[in-house]
């Protein structure tokens, strides 16, 4: 991802590509003061629900600690998914399987655009994938909203399924990630990003 250009020609490194954000695991609260607002506001619904209260909350701040995004990961034992009422788990990946579901991602309009906000998705993915190391999960699913599906896939996501339509967000897709598969992908055919994403110490990521 190192000599990248905004929207503006500005050159970015490795060293400078999250724009003085800091990405780390958060507190229930914090996360779901930032989240609410935007969701009732673009989307009708509080998006809080009783998986709040066992995922892990992981946020993206800027220098001044304000949360610009954040995101939820739950792992197997709150089941049933979400993503499961749009995919089967059968036959994805081997079992005994560490499965948990990415929810909730959030990131400030401000903070959406390149220009604007780094790569502040791109952040909040290698921290999911630090963190994920940490806690022993093997599999990643989630439900992509259109917008999102090119950047899952280049973080080598895989589609599961066809799209569905989601009663709140409209249409997604279901995307898996075995992690050990990717790791193993990812250093056989290198490229920018997943060096990134799984091979590069990123100190403002902090887990």
Same mark, same amino acid.
Request: proline share 5%; charged share 25%; with cysteine.
């Given at each position: 991802? !190192?000599?990248?250009?905004?929207?503006?020609?500005?050159?970015? $490194?490795?060293?400078?590509?999250?724009? !003085?954000?800091? =990405?780390?695991?958060?507190?229930?609260?914090? #996360?779901? /003061? =930032?989240?609410?607002?935007?969701?009732?506001?673009? *989307?009708?619904?509080? !998006?809080?629900?009783?998986?709040?209260? +066992?995922? $892990?909350?992981?946020?993206?701040?800027? +220098?001044?600690?304000?949360? &610009?995004?954040?995101? &939820?990961?739950? #792992?197997?034992?709150?089941?049933? =998914? +979400?993503?499961? +009422?749009?995919?089967?788990?059968?036959?994805?990946? /081997?079992?005994?399987?560490?499965?948990?579901?990415?929810?909730? =991602?959030?990131?400030?309009?401000?903070?959406?655009?390149?220009?604007?906000? @780094?790569?502040?998705?791109?952040?909040? *993915?290698? *921290?999911?994938?630090?963190?994920?190391?940490?806690? !022993?999960?093997?599999?990643?699913?989630?439900?992509? *909203?259109?917008?999102?599906?090119?950047?899952?896939?280049?973080?080598?996501?895989?589609?599961?399924?066809?799209?569905?339509?989601?009663?709140?967000?409209?249409?997604?897709?279901?995307?898996?990630?075995?992690?050990?598969? #990717?790791? @193993?992908? /990812?250093?056989? /055919?290198?490229?920018?990003?997943?060096?990134?994403?799984?091979?590069?110490?990123?100190?403002?990521?902090?887990?």
């Amino acid at each position: 991802m !190192g000599d990248q250009s905004d929207e503006g020609g500005e050159k970015l $490194t490795d060293n400078d590509i999250f724009g !003085g954000m800091t =990405f780390r695991v958060g507190q229930r609260d914090e #996360a779901v /003061a =930032f989240r609410c607002p935007i969701y009732e506001a673009e *989307l009708g619904a509080s !998006g809080v629900d009783r998986a709040d209260d +066992e995922g $892990t909350h992981l946020v993206a701040v800027d +220098e001044s600690g304000v949360i &610009r995004a954040c995101l &939820r990961v739950l #792992a197997s034992g709150p089941r049933p =998914f +979400e993503s499961l +009422e749009y995919c089967a788990l059968d036959g994805i990946g /081997a079992f005994p399987a560490v499965v948990a579901e990415i929810s909730r =991602f959030v990131v400030d309009p401000d903070f959406r655009a390149i220009r604007s906000g @780094r790569f502040v998705h791109l952040g909040m *993915l290698k *921290l999911v994938f630090e963190y994920s190391a940490k806690a !022993g999960i093997t599999d990643l699913l989630t439900l992509s *909203l259109p917008h999102l599906n090119r950047l899952y896939e280049l973080a080598l996501f895989r589609p599961v399924g066809n799209p569905a339509h989601h009663k709140v967000w409209g249409q997604v897709q279901a995307m898996h990630l075995n992690l050990d598969s #990717a790791r @193993r992908h /990812a250093r056989a /055919a290198p490229s920018r990003m997943t060096t990134l994403l799984f091979d590069t110490r990123i100190p403002s990521v902090i887990v």
